[in-house]
Nanobody
Framework: QEQLVESGGGSVQPGGSLILSCSAF?????VAWFRQAPGKEREFVAA????????KYGDAAQGRFMISRANAKNTVYLRMESLEPEDTAVYYC????????????????WGQGTQVTVSS
């Protein structure tokens, strides 16, 4: 299983912002972010198709997070704003050629995860 590369996690105060990055996926892949908090199931956050035109957001991300991609850099970004303690989790990047599989949580390629901690 190929490994995606994530970066940008860290600690931030409530109301703060972070930008996560994901790279090392195929040019025609759709890419998604998931997160998993301690004791909770993995949760879909956002996804973007290979063209960068189609996007989908989970309920927690609506209005606060934005996913984008720079195909020239083979990188997908997740900009997170107005962060809350409930956003604390390990964030995982995933990539797959099949959009339906990907947003359903099934993907051929995953990253190792990056920790995001929101606390005062």
């Amino acid at each position: 299983q190929e490994q995606l590369v994530e970066s940008g996690g860290g600690s931030v105060q409530p109301g703060g912002s972070l930008i996560l990055s994901c790279s090392a996926f195929g040019r025609d892949s759709s890419v998604a972010w998931f997160r998993q908090a301690p004791g909770k199931e993995r949760e879909f956050v956002a996804a973007i198709d290979w063209s960068g035109v189609g996007t989908k957001y989970g309920d927690a991300a609506q209005g606060r997070f934005m996913i984008s991609r720079a195909n020239a850099k083979n990188t997908v970004y997740l900009r997170m704003e107005s962060l809350e303690p409930e956003d604390t989790a390990v964030y995982y990047c995933a990539a797959d050629f099949n959009w339906g599989r990907l947003v359903g949580g099934v993907a051929d390629f995953w990253g190792q995860g990056t920790q995001v901690t929101v606390s005062s």
